[in-house]
């Protein structure tokens, strides 16, 4: 089952926006889930993680300070909340599931990728 990536929509500079990833198919070998997102002609990148088990997290340098990532473990839900965002900060926003301790950053350790939903922040 793919994670549902929700949440995304037009924003202005400054403005927030609370992205939600369902993740229905979750179980306990599902270690972390992760948040990446892709710009038009870019590659994929990390933006931020959370382990299932202890809550540690992860962020990328661009969004530190700016997002918090959290999670329901009763609703199988991981949630992106994003701060002051910037126009650098659009793009479409994917969530996807690791089942080991694996590089938390490294997209290639993830699977169940969504469709995402897209955000977009004007200035």
């Known amino acids: 089952v793919q994670l549902q990536a929700f949440g995304g929509g037009l924003v202005q500079v400054g403005g927030s926006l609370r992205l939600s990833c369902a993740d229905s198919?979750?179980?306990?070998?599902?270690?972390?889930t992760g948040w990446f997102r892709q710009a038009p002609g870019k590659e994929r990148e990390f933006v931020a993680a959370?382990?299932?088990?202890?809550?540690?997290?992860y962020y990328s340098d661009s969004v530190k300070g700016r997002f918090t990532i959290s999670s329901d473990n009763v609703k199988n839900t991981i949630y992106l909340q994003m701060n002051n965002l910037k126009p650098e900060d659009t793009a479409r926003y994917y969530c996807a599931r690791s089942r080991g301790n694996f590089q938390p950053t490294s997209a290639k350790w993830y699977e169940r990728w969504g469709q995402g939903t897209q955000v977009t922040v004007s200035s």
């Open positions: 959370i382990n299932w088990s202890g809550g540690m997290t």
């Open positions: 198919g979750r179980t306990l070998n599902t270690f972390r």
